[in-house]
């Protein structure tokens, strides 16, 4: 990438070993990630983002933006942060590399975008997905964020991405915050269809997969399968360790909020 470009990357977050949390990265000329875009799950009352929702009546999809970069913190008047979901050996992907008023164009279009988003105040599907209606949980967000900005939206392989395929609001409201200078560079892409190891995925001589196995044979399969293997994986050993384990990183979050006095914007966040 030349000396004076800057990138959106897409990046994907494994969630218990199958699911994937898709998110957008701003790196500047150097490479340095400068920005990350997110829809989390969000505690109503503490306006605090958590490890994933498990009461849609107490939390919310919201969309962040963690800002590193100093520079670009002053300029949208936040504080630089050191929080980040970027790990060593995650999918990622660049969909955009251009000059700095094209990226940057685009990316702030999409930050423009989070307050009427946020104002929506979606409620976060229980541990990230519904069986029986549409779930919009934070790839829904990735998917309304990346369609402002009008760049791909990258379908990482290997995963399950629930609520990819929808939006946190219509394509007609979409199209009004995006930034009409910058054109829509195309469409999300498809993924090719990968062949299952060995006892994954599928029918195998030690019988049909289960847990995280069947899910992504239910994502290859179709939205019945996936629902049936959903519900299964929600049942399965495997499902409530991880709903066991999100429930107690929640209650962590709660006694930490707890111990902690709100900052101002927080506070006016409480108030409005």
Sequence with gaps: ?????????ARSLRVAGVASHDYWVLRGPDGKDMAELHGLATDRETNRA????????????????????????????????????????????TVLSGSKEDVLGRWNAAV???????????????????????????????????????????????????GLDNRMTTPEEIEKLRNKDYPVLSSREPVAPREPEQGQLAQTDAGPATGAGALLAGARD??????TAMRELQASAQGQEFAARAQAQAQAQTVADAGREPDAAQ??????
């Design 267 to 272: 506070q006016a966040a409480a108030r409005s």
């Design 50 to 93: 958590i490890p994933i929702g498990t009461d849609e009546k107490k939390h919310s999809l919201r969309v962040w933006h963690y800002v590193h970069d100093k520079e670009f913190a002053a300029e949208h008047g936040v504080k630089p942060t050191r929080e980040t979901y970027i790990q060593e050996g995650q999918q990622h992907h």
């Design 222 to 227: 179709g939205e019945a399968a996936l629902g």
């Design 1 to 9: 990438m030349p000396d004076d470009q800057y990138s959106i990357e």
């Design 112 to 162: 423009a975008a989070k307050e009427p988003l946020n104002a929506l105040d979606l409620n976060y599907p229980k541990y990230g997905f519904k069986v029986f209606s549409d779930t919009v949980n934070s790839n829904s967000a990735y998917r309304t964020l990346g369609e402002v900005m009008g760049v791909p939206v990258k379908d990482f392989g290997g995963v399950i991405e629930p």
